[in-house]
């Protein structure tokens, strides 16, 4: 478990790392594109303003950013507009006639790359951040479990948990049960058989590509909730059930 969690915390920094870096590069690219525009409108004849205030609405967005399926993948997407496949060019600088300002130039070289290329490159960085955090996090549990309607036998595997998720297994999973058996397992012992998937709700659930052996288990404990009782009340404050 130890090695894994240092090959975690490694990734986790690199990813960090590239992240910080990605920023920096885009507070660069936002930086020059402002400074490149200030310097157009300064110089600019005829006191023309380069700005949203010169263009009307038919002017759109030709740069946005896609997201995959996992919402955690990002890539550049060019915008097509109605007609533009008729030759209709959306370049803004043809807004301001032809010989435009080589500072309004880069100013929209600068935005576009910003949009383009870092953009997409920083929020895949930034949800591999998170995704890590998590990892992390799960890798540091120290046991997982097993609630069981019958008294548990052989080593079938019926659904992990953690100890924070064993009240709401029952109440998603028909709580209306009087008795449970609660089976604790050791993550150091399965340990790299042990995996994490995210569910419904952005929580994150152990899963073990096999079954649990007579090894695994540290203890089994019977609970047993009384008429009206809740199970969040029945497992609250018992310290059994540790992370």
Sequence with gaps: ?????????????????????????????FTAGFL????????????TRYGSDAYDERMS??????????????????????GEEKGDCRDPLRWFGILVPRALRTAKMEF??????????????RARVLVLQRRIECAKVGFVYMVLKTAPVGGEVEGLCTAGQVAGGLRAGGGEVGRVWVVKVS?????????????????????????????DVVGVREFERGEGEEWDGVFDGVEWLEG
């Design 1 to 29: 478990m130890s090695n894994h969690l240092d090959d975690l915390m490694l990734s986790y920094l690199d990813a960090l790392d590239t992240y910080q870096s990605l920023r920096a590069s885009l507070s660069t690219h």
């Design 61 to 82: 967005a030709q740069l946005g950013v896609r997201v995959d399926s996992s919402g955690r993948e990002f890539g550049s997407l060019r915008i097509a507009a109605a």
């Design 36 to 47: 490149a525009l200030a310097r157009a409108n300064f110089h600019s004849p005829n006191n």
């Design 187 to 215: 993550c150091g012992r399965v340990g790299a058989d042990l995996e994490w998937g995210e569910g419904e709700g952005g929580e994150w659930f152990p899963r073990l590509g096999r079954g649990v052996g007579e090894g």
């Design 112 to 125: 576009g790359k910003a949009v383009e290329e870092v953009v997409p490159a920083l929020l895949t960085a």
